[in-house]
């Protein structure tokens, strides 16, 4: 399929090598818990993918980054979901690096890209009217920086994170609270791994339960975000839209596997396969869009409210797709390898990623009749 030879190509110039070495390891594998796609990601320098070359990172733009989580995610589900947690975090620090040149979040993703680091997240991503740094850790002052407190579940990467970032609120002496990015490291004391995703549908993306219990963070690896709101307001729009564009093209890389399967044993009739592809092209020209979006600085309410519009109609779009390249594939394929079932259940997941359907109709409603959004 031309699209997704187009979109392996771009993750081949960016990540070589990469897709190769998941192709010798059968999905099974892939998408079980004990996955070597991770660590296949670490060595071929994925953390680096979506860093600005400034910071020593890789340069992928939206559409670059749209189009290689789209490739990922058609060999292997659970990495492409899992990683886009940590895109999403170090888009959040990059932005913000951008309004502190020289501070600790330009350092810190500086080494994330130079030393291949995975960062979890611990951010309040996706969910309406709660921007990315309210907080979602308590913050205890002592001698030397603050001891924190709070879990995260599910958090993606929870056995392979090298860091996890999560907002907490630093109490001032006027009874105030500052705003603050924790830069909390895997093998710090009191920092914990829980099971808690039970299912075996993206089992590889290691989503599990991370507690942060009266853990120790010196001062110094706090990114304090002393803006003005409107900035702040901005940087958690892109940090939200950045989120949606990536989650959403891991999904659109599930389908695509299945649909690819339909196109090289040319089951159904012309017609049939021909509507499957429109289909799944619209959904990537949805996406398309919402990149340009990110490229052209567009971080407002209304952006991001787009951003969600084609997120939604994007899973509709996947939905039923997925079914219909399971039904075209038939019966007999659907026995004999478990690939089928595997990517047709995987597929219906982004429904359950924040924010719910349910949980943006007011929003979207104020938006549509001029109202103020509050998204952010």
């Keep these: 399929m031309r699209p997704l030879d187009d979109a392996r190509q771009t993750c081949e110039t960016f990540l070589p090598g990469l897709l190769k070495e998941l192709g010798t390891v059968p999905l099974t594998l892939l998408e079980s818990s004990d996955s070597p796609a991770i660590d296949a990601f670490r060595r071929h320098n994925g953390p680096a993918l979506v860093i600005p070359k400034q910071y020593g990172g890789l340069g992928a733009d ?185 989650i959403s093209a891991s999904y659109l890389g599930i389908a695509s596997a299945l649909a690819e399967r339909v196109w090289q044993a040319e089951r159904g009739g012309a017609t049939e396969r021909a509507q499957l592809f429109t289909r799944l092209e619209s959904a990537t020209l949805l996406l398309e869009s919402v990149a340009r979006m990110i490229i052209a600085g567009e971080a407002d309410d209304a952006a991001l409210t787009k951003s969600l519009i084609a997120r939604y109609a994007v899973q509709d779009i996947l939905g039923d797709t997925s079914r219909k390249a399971a039904e075209l594939l038939g019966g007999m394929a659907f026995i004999k390898s478990p690939d089928v079932a595997y990517l047709t259940a995987a597929c219906t997941a982004l429904s359950f990623h924040p924010p719910s359907r349910s949980a943006f109709t007011e929003p979207l409603l104020d938006y549509v009749a001029k109202r103020p959004v509050g998204l952010s």
């Design 62 to 246: 939206p559409l670059q980054a749209l189009a290689t989580t789209r490739a990922l995610a058609c060999a292997a589900p659970s990495l492409a979901v899992g990683t886009t947690m940590h895109h999403f975090s170090a888009a959040t620090l990059f932005n913000l690096a951008d309004s502190d040149p020289g501070g600790l979040s330009s350092l810190f993703v500086q080494t994330v890209a130079e030393e291949h680091l995975l960062i979890a997240s611990g951010f309040s991503e996706g969910n309406p009217g709660q921007g990315i740094f309210s907080p979602t850790m308590k913050a205890k002052p002592c001698e030397g920086g603050y001891v924190l407190n709070g879990t995260k579940k599910p958090c993606s990467l929870s056995r392979s994170m090298d860091m996890l970032t999560a907002s907490v609120a630093i109490p001032r002496n006027d009874g105030g609270r500052d705003l603050a990015v924790a830069l909390i490291p895997r093998d710090s004391e009191g920092l914990s791994v829980h099971p808690f995703w039970s299912s075996w549908a993206l089992a590889g993306a290691e989503s599990d339960e991370v507690r942060v219990t009266d853990v120790f963070v010196q001062d110094e690896l706090l990114v304090r975000t002393e803006l003005e709101e409107e900035r702040l307001s901005s940087l958690q729009t892109v940090g939200l839209i950045w989120f949606e564009l990536l």
